[in-house]
């Protein structure tokens, strides 16, 4: 397995060089971008002030094409911003106006407590209710439990999430849970363990709104995965020989059944870049999933860039977890 490892960490490198390659060209073909915004903006000035508000000369735009680097051939531009990254130099947004790598971690907290924390809840409710919906197959609880889940898994989280709003954040029915932000107004005057509640209140709707698809596809992988162990003859022999059905699930099929799930335990290394954008505009989070839409929009090249290359990082680590994972739970798989 060693000469595994060290052949796809190898790999990483060159992935990774080929996929900014790619962007970086992708990005040269959408119109628009921080130089045509710069001169709007000028041209904009220009006739709140009273001027002609098409005139700006061919010298201005020159500098500020040289501003933004554009004055250089693309082949040049993507060097220059592959040796500064080299150097540890990301960039600058010329959105937020700040260093790249800021922005980027600027937005993690958010996103590290949504990915961690659904990452947590989902594994732990999903593989114990898809067990017991093994052991009650075909039962009323199975059925009954079947539609909700399958009801949670085929509406868009979005949609949950205006219909919780309707129903729980004071809509026109309950008024259990704020609609927007992460914090209340107040929230600089609770005590310690009153801002954590207060956080904690914010985040149950846009959580539930975010963790709910994962939840219902887990929960039926992981009963789907033990039917299918339940009908081998390894199982069929235990429950011959005396074993119950339960001792025989959790104790020998449970283990194999993990195998499927392991592909997405690898998740856990892009956690810090969960987010999903319209979820955010509706519960009004500023998070990774508005930080990317905002940045493709606004043609911040150097976040888009960085946020791409970031997530291509941490996405390849995370299969080459799950790879890892699949020799720990079944220790007959050989990597090669």
Same mark, same amino acid.
């Given at each position: 397995?060693?000469s595994?490892l060290?052949?796809?960490?190898?790999?990483?490198?060159?992935?990774?060089?080929?996929?900014?390659?790619?962007?970086?060209?992708?990005?040269q073909?959408?119109?628009?971008?921080?130089?045509?915004?710069?001169?709007?903006?000028?041209?904009?000035?220009a =006739?709140?002030?009273?001027?002609n508000a098409?005139?700006?000369?061919?010298?201005?735009?020159?500098?500020?094409?040289?501003?933004?680097?554009f004055?250089?051939?693309?082949?040049?531009?993507?060097?220059t911003?592959?040796?500064?990254?080299? /150097?540890?130099?990301?960039?600058n947004?010329?959105?937020?106006?700040?260093?790249?790598?800021?922005?980027?971690?600027?937005k993690?907290?958010?996103?590290?407590?949504f990915?961690?924390?659904?990452?947590?809840?989902?594994?732990?409710?999903?593989?114990?209710?898809?067990? *017991?919906?093994?052991?009650?197959?075909?039962?009323?609880?199975?059925?009954?439990?079947?539609?909700?889940? $399958?009801?949670?898994?085929?509406?868009?989280?979005?949609?949950?999430?205006?219909?919780? *709003?309707?129903?729980?954040g =004071?809509?026109?029915y309950l008024d259990?849970?704020?609609?927007? =932000?992460?914090?209340?107004?107040h929230?600089?005057?609770?005590t310690p363990?009153?801002?954590?509640?207060?956080?904690?209140?914010?985040?149950?709707?846009?959580?539930?709104?975010?963790?709910?698809?994962?939840?219902? $596809?887990?929960?039926?992988?992981?009963?789907n995965?033990?039917?299918e162990?339940?009908?081998?003859?390894?199982?069929?022999t235990?429950?011959?020989?005396?074993?119950?059905?339960?001792?025989?699930i959790?104790?020998?099929?449970?283990?194999?059944?993990?195998?499927?799930?392991?592909?997405?335990? =690898?998740? *856990?290394?892009?956690?810090?870049?969960?987010g999903?954008l319209l979820i955010?505009?509706v519960?009004?989070?500023?998070?990774?999933?508005?930080?990317?839409?905002?940045?493709?929009?606004?043609r911040?090249?150097?976040?888009?860039?960085?946020?791409?290359?970031l997530?291509?990082?941490?996405?390849m680590?995370?299969?080459?977890?799950?790879?890892?994972?699949?020799? *720990?739970?079944?220790?007959?798989?050989r990597? /090669?």
């Open positions: 397995m060693t595994y060290i052949k796809r960490f190898l790999l990483i490198a060159p992935t990774l060089l080929g996929i900014s390659i790619l962007c970086f060209i992708l990005i073909f959408v119109p628009g971008g921080p130089v045509e915004e710069m001169i709007a903006k000028v041209q904009a000035t =006739g709140m002030q009273g001027g098409e005139a700006i000369s061919q010298a201005e735009i020159e500098n500020i094409k040289k501003y933004f680097g004055d250089k051939p693309a082949h040049v531009r993507y060097f911003w592959l040796t500064n990254l080299f /150097q540890g130099d990301w960039g947004s010329h959105v937020y106006h700040k260093p790249v790598l800021e922005v980027i971690i600027s993690m907290p958010i996103s590290l407590f990915g961690v924390t659904s990452f947590i809840l989902a594994y732990s409710i999903s593989i114990p209710l898809g067990v *017991i919906k093994t052991l009650k197959n075909n039962t009323k609880f199975d059925i009954i439990s079947s539609i909700v889940i $399958f009801a949670g898994y085929v509406i868009p989280g979005f949609a949950l999430g205006i219909l919780l *709003i309707v129903f729980l =004071g809509g026109s259990w849970f704020p609609i927007s =932000g992460i914090v209340s107004d929230h600089e005057s609770l363990w009153g801002k954590v509640i207060d956080f904690l209140h914010h985040m149950c709707l846009p959580l539930t709104c975010y963790m709910i698809s994962q939840f219902a $596809f887990l929960t039926m992988l992981t009963k995965s033990l039917l162990e339940k009908s081998k003859d390894y199982m069929r235990a429950i011959a020989k005396g074993l119950s059905a339960d001792t025989v959790w104790k020998h099929g449970l283990r194999n059944a993990m195998i499927p799930l392991a592909t997405g335990m =690898g998740e *856990i290394f892009t956690v810090m870049f969960a999903s955010e505009r519960f009004d989070i500023d998070g990774m999933g508005l930080l990317f839409y905002n940045s493709i929009v606004g911040d090249y150097n976040v888009v860039l960085g946020l791409i290359l997530i291509s990082l941490f996405t680590l995370g299969r080459l977890f799950s790879d890892v994972l699949y020799v *720990i739970i079944d220790p007959r798989i990597l /090669q």
